[in-house]
Structures are given as structure tokens and as C-alpha cells.
């Protein structure tokens, strides 16, 4: 599933590693979200994408995640 975690991180100018320390997500799967702008919608939880959405100050899922339902 598609992802805008690229444009949110580089127009906030945040690390990934910073981000991983803020959302418990490693960097691992940080960055390969990062670099596919995709992510695995079974190995993500909900509360991944909440912490992530905290972090980088959205309100809405459907900005980081636009095919989200």
C-alpha cells in the first residue's frame, strides 16, 4: 500500500532515525518504507500508524496513507 512518508519526512526535514526513536518502528522498515513509498499492510499495525502520524503532526491517515478506507 502506498505511503507519503518520503514527502512528510523531507518536507520536515526529520531523520529517520529520529523517527524511529519516536514511533518504536525500526529503521529498517522505516527506510524501506521510506525509499518504495510502499509499505506491508500485515507487518504495519494500526498503532504504528498512529505513532507515525503523531510524529510527524497529521490529523488525517489518508495524508500519509491516501488509499487507506
Excluded at 502506498?2 to 531523520?15: A, E, G, M, T
Amino acid at each position: 500500500m502506498q505511503i507519503n512518508l518520503r514527502h512528510y519526512v523531507d518536507s520536515d526535514d526529520s531523520s529517520l532515525i529520529e523517527l524511529a526513536q519516536k514511533t518504536g518502528i525500526s529503521y529498517d522498515t522505516l527506510l524501506d518504507m521510506y525509499t518504495k513509498n510502499e509499505f506491508d499492510e500485515n507487518g504495519l499495525s494500526v498503532t504504528d500508524l498512529t505513532n507515525l502520524m503523531i510524529a510527524l503532526e497529521l490529523t488525517n491517515i489518508n495524508l500519509l496513507v491516501p488509499g487507506m478506507k
